[in-house]
């Protein structure tokens, strides 16, 4: 079972969309895929249609499955409930950094496990990288984005003291060549991290009408460029 982080400090770079289109992408072709919202959010729900038991109950003790979603996609939403995480098993003086993972532990059956992540620094994003053995991260063509890209690094290189976890794939967003500095952001995130570095997403209003709809891009648009450049993601990070 492949566990992959969809990850980045900064906010705003398509972390979610990336997470439930690499992980339909995959049930698409047949994989059997859980996707984990740990975001208080809980726009994975939004974008999917479909409520979900919530990974708030299971970090609790609680071992509810989580919900078929989709053919071969199943889904633990995301709530407000995670805001309080750092209360979650208060007793524990050690090792709080694998409540998820130890949470997790029984999980099987899939093939892949994908996890949307917040932004920012946290204790609940701490153990989703703890649990994850590698981590994608979506990059906007903006300058904070990259910056959110390096603190990351750095937490992974930190992390990676005491776990396999490794960075699996960096996914330009928001892709506009009209947009002066993309070029540039593009050209240094190949200098930095070369083969990493996926097929782009390109910018599109389609996106922002999905969570009306509850469909995914492949299903709401399903020949547009959209759904064939997230195809080709879900395919380069598997």
């Known amino acids: 079972m492949r566990k992959i982080a969809i990850a980045n400090r900064k ?16 049930a698409l072709a047949g994989q059997p895929t859980l996707l984990i919202d740990t975001d208080t959010q809980g726009h994975c729900s939004r974008l999917l249609g479909s409520d979900a038991p919530p990974i708030a109950k299971r970090l609790t003790g609680d071992p509810a499955p989580p919900g078929k979603v989709r053919e071969n996609l199943y889904l633990y ?36 496990v994908i996890l949307d992540t917040p932004p920012g620094f946290s204790d609940l994003s701490v153990n989703v990288l703890f649990y994850a053995d590698s981590v994608v ?12 890209l390096f603190a990351l690094r750095e937490e992974i290189e930190e992390i990676a003291r005491y776990t396999s976890i490794e960075i699996a794939g960096i996914v330009p967003t928001f892709v506009d060549g009209r947009v002066g500095k993309t070029d540039t952001i593009l050209a240094a995130l190949d200098e930095e991290f070369g083969k990493l570095v996926t097929f782009p997403i390109h910018y599109s209003t389609r996106f922002s009408e999905l969570p009306a709809h509850g469909k995914t891009i492949y299903e709401y648009d399903g020949k547009g460029r959209g759904s064939l450049e997230y195809a080709k993601v879900a395919g380069m990070v598997s």
């Open 77 to 112: 939403s995301g709530t407000r409930k995670l805001a309080g995480f750092s209360e979650i098993q208060t007793d524990r003086r050690h090792r709080r950094e694998l409540i998820l993972s130890e949470s997790l532990s029984s999980l099987e059956g899939f093939e892949y």
């Open 137 to 148: 991260i979506p990059v906007s063509m903006e300058v904070l984005a990259v910056e959110g």
């Open 11 to 26: 906010g705003g770079v398509g972390k979610t969309t990336t997470a439930v289109h690499v992980a339909a992408g995959l």
